[in-house]
């Protein structure tokens, strides 16, 4: 009667909200938390979240909630503007597309970042654009940690070390990197 391991993975996991606000993990007979259902949203594990009295499918309230609890940490990826444009489509005659719209959108980022991840990986592999690549990259890394974010899949996200140098040859430099980055950002598109 076991279900082999292979067959649990393709299936989601059944995950039951009792009125108590406490998640279920049928799979594993333990309670969770939002926090473990995060983690599995990010490692790709499908689940659906029940309502344990009624059965009803509680699974898009239930991410809209990790989603607001994330927000509240501080890990802002919700721009207000993207926010208020997204209320005021609720009750447009637009609304039905919308769903499909943003899914579509976040696939295509998805597979924009993958490329762009898999072209920094050959940049790194040698020839003549890996030290152009290499330093693009940092300048990449400074922004992101300028911004406080991380970068999935990006080593660390540390600020780039400050040349010692006169501000003039430090403008001259970010002109350069910045030239760099274009041409970089170029080929990536031409690879798409």
């Known amino acids: 009667m076991a279900k082999s391991k292979a ?12 009125a108590n606000r406490r998640l279920y993990n049928t799979e594993t ?30 699974t898009h309230n239930v991410l809209t909630q990790i989603i607001m609890e994330e927000e509240q940490r501080g890990k802002n990826m919700l721009p207000v503007n993207f926010l208020r444009q997204l209320i005021s489509m609720y009750g447009d005659s637009m609304q039905s597309m919308v769903p499909q719209y943003l899914e579509a959108s976040m696939d295509a980022f998805r597979k924009n970042q993958q490329q762009f991840q898999e072209a920094m990986k050959g940049a790194f592999g040698g020839g003549p654009l890996a030290e152009i690549a290499k330093r693009n990259m940092q300048m990449f890394e400074a922004a992101a940690s ?21 501000e003039e040859s430090k403008d001259d430099e970010i002109a350069v990197l910045k030239a760099q980055l274009a041409a970089l950002n170029a080929k990536i598109d031409k690879l798409t």
Do not use: C, H
């Open 7 to 18: 067959a649990n993975e393709s299936e989601p996991v059944v995950i039951k909200k009792y």
């Open 29 to 58: 007979s333990s309670y969770i938390t939002l926090d473990l259902l995060s983690q599995m949203t990010r490692e790709g594990r499908e689940f659906v979240v029940v309502d344990a009295k009624s059965g009803e499918d509680i």
């Open 146 to 166: 300028a911004f406080g974010t991380g970068v999935p899949g990006m080593p660390g996200a540390a600020p780039m070390p400050a040349p010692a140098a006169s």
